[in-house]
């Protein structure tokens, strides 16, 4: 079955302590991207890369890391944890198709609490 | 920078039309997507318009005028299980990300 496996789906944490949730597909998608959802923001994009050792920031990139040392995993890094990064989390992928449409997959979400 | 604006929720009943408008600013402009997302679940895609005009796929529909920066997602006959977050999503070139509204609450009731 095509799909975004993210894990773990909840996590609580405390702060500044560096933790890692990981993203795997196994559609051979080059596009893979992490969103942040808040009430009220909708989906911000953390993080995305383009390709393997591909990646670059989005819209709200402080406090997080990645890095694509494969095709199929997008694991997102969290150094020093802080309360403000309480959040949804989701992972996504895509091909890049340059000329048409390529819906994002996403997957089922990490629901992080950070105290 | 990148601008989407789509009202934070609509209320409509079973059975009826509802319209889920979205106006965008952008410094390019490739496509308009929709995403569906039921209570914090997985956003599924729903349509994409490239574009000017409609796009039809079974009850739901999807318009664009590129002219006017807007578009619209129109869901007909309205079902219980369409009450969800509809989002807009923005790609300003053809190889860019996607950057999305802040979504749409669908409230339908019987």
């Known amino acids: 079955e095509a799909q975004v496996t993210q894990n773990p789906r909840y996590l609580i944490t405390v702060t500044g302590k560096k933790l890692t949730v990981t993203c795997s597909q196994n559609m051979n998608h080059e596009y893979m991207s992490w969103y942040r959802q808040d009430p009220g923001l909708g989906l911000r994009q953390i993080y995305y890369?383009?390709?393997?050792?591909?990646?670059d920031k989005g819209d709200v990139p402080e406090g997080y890391k990645v890095s694509r040392k494969e095709k199929r995993n997008f694991p997102l890094i969290l150094e020093s944890p802080s309360p403000n990064q309480t959040s949804l989390y989701f992972c996504?992928?895509?091909?890049?198709?340059?000329?048409?449409?390529?819906?994002?997959?996403f997957g089922n979400g990490t629901r992080l609490t950070v105290t | 920078g990148q601008s989407l604006e789509q009202p934070s929720e609509v209320t409509a009943v079973e059975g009826a039309i509802v319209q889920i408008n979205c106006t965008y600013q952008?410094?390019?402009?490739?496509?308009l997507s929709w995403y569906q997302q039921h209570d914090g679940g997985a956003p599924t895609f729903l349509s994409y318009n490239a574009l000017d005009g409609l796009e039809e796929t079974g009850r739901f529909s999807s318009f664009l005028s590129r002219s006017d920066s807007y578009g619209y997602l129109l869901l007909q006959e309205l079902q219980m299980k369409d009450s969800a977050s509809y989002f807009c999503a923005v790609r300003v070139s053809g190889y860019s990300t996607l950057t999305f509204g802040k979504g749409t609450m669908l409230l339908v009731s019987p």
């Open positions: 996504a992928s895509s091909f890049l198709t340059g000329g048409s449409v390529s819906p994002l997959h």
């Open positions: 890369s383009m390709n393997v050792e591909v990646t």
């Open positions: 952008t410094s390019g402009f490739y496509g």
